[in-house]
């Protein structure tokens, strides 16, 4: 399952659980069916992979992980463990995930198109090589801009159907103010401006953080996409354009969004036992 995660900080979130919420209960997914939803989408991958993020964790506060050493790997394994966000992921779409989205987005996934894209899919998740992917996708998307090749189109398409609701650059910005807030409440560092200021300035940051996101995504799209045909391109566009599996995209994004929260929350209170301070 493609997503938004993994931009130039390599993660995105908010607290949009409340959002995810708002779906009818009375037709949820029973467990069996969204563990095999997530298998056959790929977002069990695409959970796996947020691990990755935590490697930004201490430059977001001006810190070195180096300095660190095993002691950081130690602890964001254990913050950042997979089962246990796979299980989050899992409690909240077994309330929430209506049977009848869950059947329409695991239909297409199910097919041959479908697990086709889902094995590059996931096979980009769990590289961690993003500037190496991002520098072969902008080479890709400057030769389409070249031959006005119509990938490009269907690629800003399927970033617009991704994230349908426009909140994914406010949903990265809100995680790393809830990080910082709780690193500072950890007594890890110490902030020199207000929650205000600080929203002040992201406010202000973000019309050049949304430009950079959209770039982002058209490279990796370009990348991830490469061997695969215009057709197929088209049709994949299509099928992330269809209201279902919006809805269902909608609901995959609050998940992440909250278990990054969640998660970068938890690991600003434990890296007080790594005993470092510094003033940001």
């Keep these: 399952m493609t997503a938004l995660l993994r931009t130039p900080a ?10 995810a919420l ?15 939803f997530l298998e056959v989408t ?16 201490p430059e977001m506060l001006g810190l070195d992980a180096g300095v660190f050493g095993y002691s950081w790997t130690r602890l964001s394994g254990e913050v950042f463990d997979v089962d246990l966000m796979h299980d989050m992921a899992v409690d909240i779409l077994e309330q929430t995930l209506e049977d009848d989205k869950l059947a329409h987005a695991a239909d297409f996934y199910a097919s041959d198109l479908g697990q086709r894209l889902v094995e590059v899919e996931n096979a980009s ?10 520098e072969k996708g902008a080479e890709l998307v400057a030769q389409m801009v070249e031959e006005g090749s119509p990938r490009l ?16 650059v406010r949903a990265m910005q809100q995680i790393q ?12 560092i110490e902030l020199r401006v207000d929650p205000e200021e600080m929203e002040a300035m992201m406010k202000e940051q973000e019309p050049a953080l949304r430009m950079a996101v959209a ?36 609901l995959m994004n609050a998940v992440q969004y909250e278990i990054m929260a969640n998660r970068f929350e938890a690991l600003a209170a434990r890296m007080s036992e790594l005993d470092t301070g510094q003033d940001i």
């Design 10 to 19: 390599r993660w995105l979130g908010a607290a949009f659980v409340a959002l």
């Design 22 to 36: 708002s779906a009818s209960s009375a037709a949820a997914a029973d467990r069996e069916r969204v563990e095999a």
């Design 42 to 57: 790929g977002f069990d991958v695409s959970l796996e992979s947020l691990k990755f993020s935590a490697e930004d964790a």
């Design 125 to 134: 998740h769990m590289d961690p090589d993003d500037t190496g992917k991002q």
């Design 153 to 168: 189109e269907m690629f800003k398409r399927m970033g617009a159907a991704i994230d349908s609701s426009g909140t994914a």
């Design 177 to 188: 103010m809830r990080f910082l807030l709780a690193a500072s409440a950890a007594g890890v």
């Design 215 to 250: 770039q982002n995504a058209l490279a990796s799209s370009a990348y991830v996409y490469r061997d695969f045909s215009d057709e197929e391109v088209e049709t994949y566009t299509e099928a992330l354009e269809h209201p279902d599996m919006q809805e269902v995209y909608e």
